[in-house]
């Protein structure tokens, strides 16, 4: 009995009840969380929320890549702590930890083995069969050490991406009543219209340009800096960029510019969310240059702060460009609203915003995953969790920044992005994509069996990719203008079908 508690029992020695448990509670934690995944994706493709949709498949592949990764760690650690390597090539200076603390960390783990039951030191030393001068190239006890870490950071990121569209999702949906305000009917006075709009307009520039430091182009970067910590967007503004965009597009003013903002949003949640191959190259870095004396993770936690106060004074510089241009312009027809275009945004590409907020949430879950694998993995004395100042200081920075840049910065993001030179996809509602998507498909299927229909299929394909592009929605000619209503829109698809219809029979009939 004593040499069976020394060496720890196996599964023939175990008794079946115990197993059976185990694997019950396993299997059943799992159904949970798999048939909880499935349900949720059930009801958004049911609400037609596709890219919402999508967005979760993303964090569904991230779980499998992660599962996987774990899966082949597990599964290969006895035979990758078997390759052997010369001592010679292990130097302190890449320790994570100096020699003096490692020196430490072996007597308390001596101390601790001194008990009748191994610890897991005295476990995993049978599998070092190295000879004397040589050392495995990565012990089994620091695979099972990484496995760990890889499953902690897995389980943070899809939290913290989460928390992000959760917190993002509360703050653009408190805007709907502004919304509800600005909308206006089609019919109606139109001179009350314009005054409405001059008033709306005339508190926007005001709130933008009243401040004397907004004259000068480097006081009004330092203005627009601390601008962001007071609150993400105003009422004002939210008018008049609802006003510049739609006026921009040629939309008509009751456009509901709050649900494209919500289908927008959406769309832009599946490039926020997961694990780049950009991202994995920067962990692996991360961690190569993680050598003691350099306390290289205590600095990198501040770099997502400094990129979250950066991309809210580059939004806030955007909104006050806006109102200073309609400000200083001059002639005898001015425009009154802003002017959307990509010369606004860092090398005239909106996305990239969304790259750094994405890189944002991967750093702050990364911190995260450090400390509790720390927490998991090492005792209080190691060097991981020797400076509790600095441990606060991270925690603190990547905790507020989080909270910061998913229920700030990311709405203020969603809507400075929709002032670009193209409006996307999400400005025609799903149910009207559908329609114009089997529209299409029912022309070419029919342009297969009629010749005399070559020029409706040449058409109707250039609508069929314009639906189908992923970043902007582009015109296509002969079929829809960039002057295109959103009624009229609907009016052309249904007048198109009806005519084809037609067309069709008269068609077929002169040919015989």
Not at 492 to 502: D, F, M, P, R
Request: with cysteine; aromatic share 12%.
């Amino acid at each position: 009995m004593a040499e069976v508690l020394q060496r720890g029992r196996s599964l023939a020695e175990t008794p079946t009840y115990s197993v059976a448990s185990v694997v019950a509670v396993m299997v059943f934690v799992c159904l949970l969380v798999e048939r909880s995944i499935y349900r949720f994706g059930e009801w958004l493709k049911k609400t037609r929320r596709k890219a919402l949709f999508a967005s979760l498949e993303k964090l569904k592949e991230e779980l499998m890549l992660l599962g996987l990764i774990s899966l082949l760690l597990a599964q290969s650690a006895r035979w990758i702590s078997e390759i052997c390597v010369t001592s010679s090539l292990f130097s302190s200076r890449f320790y994570i930890c100096s020699e003096q603390d490692v020196d430490i960390n072996e007597n308390i783990m001596l101390e601790s083995s001194s008990s009748s039951i191994p610890d897991e030191t005295s476990i995993t030393g049978a599998f070092n069969q190295c000879g004397e001068g040589h050392e495995p190239f990565v012990s089994y006890e620091g695979l099972e050490q990484l496995h760990r870490f890889l499953f902690v950071l897995g389980i943070t990121h899809v939290l913290y991406s989460c928390l992000a569209v959760g917190l993002a999702m509360s703050k653009i949906y408190s805007w709907r009543r502004w919304e509800n305000q600005a909308r206006m009917p089609s019919d109606g006075n139109q001179q009350a219209k314009k005054i409405k709009l001059m008033k709306r307009q005339t508190t926007f520039i005001f709130h933008r340009t009243s401040h004397p430091w907004s004259r000068s182009p480097i006081l009004n970067w330092m203005l627009c800096f601390l601008r962001q910590f007071r609150s993400s967007i105003r009422k004002s503004d939210y008018l008049a960029l609802r006003l510049g965009f739609i006026t921009e597009h040629n939309l008509p003013l009751s456009y509901n510019f709050h649900q494209y903002m919500v289908r927008s949003m959406e769309d832009e949640f599946h490039g926020i969310l997961g694990i780049s191959w950009l991202l994995w190259i920067y962990a692996i870095v991360c961690i190569f240059v993680n050598i003691h004396g350099l306390n290289i993770y205590f600095w990198l936690s501040f770099i997502p702060a400094i990129l979250v106060m950066l991309i809210g004074a580059k939004l806030q510089h955007v909104v006050s460009t806006l109102a200073l241009e309609i400000m200083e312009q001059t002639g005898p027809f001015p425009r009154t609203q802003v002017k959307p275009r990509d010369d606004l945004f860092w090398f005239k590409k909106p996305d990239i915003l969304l790259w750094l907020i994405q890189f944002v949430i991967f750093q702050n879950a990364f911190e995260m995953a450090t400390f509790i694998w720390t927490l998991w993995g090492f005792q209080e004395q190691s060097c991981f969790m020797r400076n509790h100042y600095m441990i606060i200081i991270r925690l603190a920075s990547g905790a507020i920044v989080q909270f910061w840049c998913s229920y700030m910065t990311v709405p203020l993001s969603i809507i400075v992005s929709q002032m670009g030179s193209k409006c996307k996809k999400a400005l025609v509602t799903e149910s009207v994509r559908e329609s114009l998507h089997s529209w299409c498909k029912r022309v070419k299927h029919k342009s297969k069996h009629d010749s005399l229909h070559s020029h409706t299929a040449r058409s109707v394909c250039s609508l069929e990719s314009t639906i189908d592009e992923r970043d902007e929605m582009t015109v296509a000619s002969g079929t829809l203008t960039r002057s295109s209503s959103l009624g009229s829109l609907n009016q052309i698809t249904v007048s198109s079908v009806e005519q084809l219809k037609l067309e069709t029979p008269n068609k077929a009939k002169h040919s015989r």
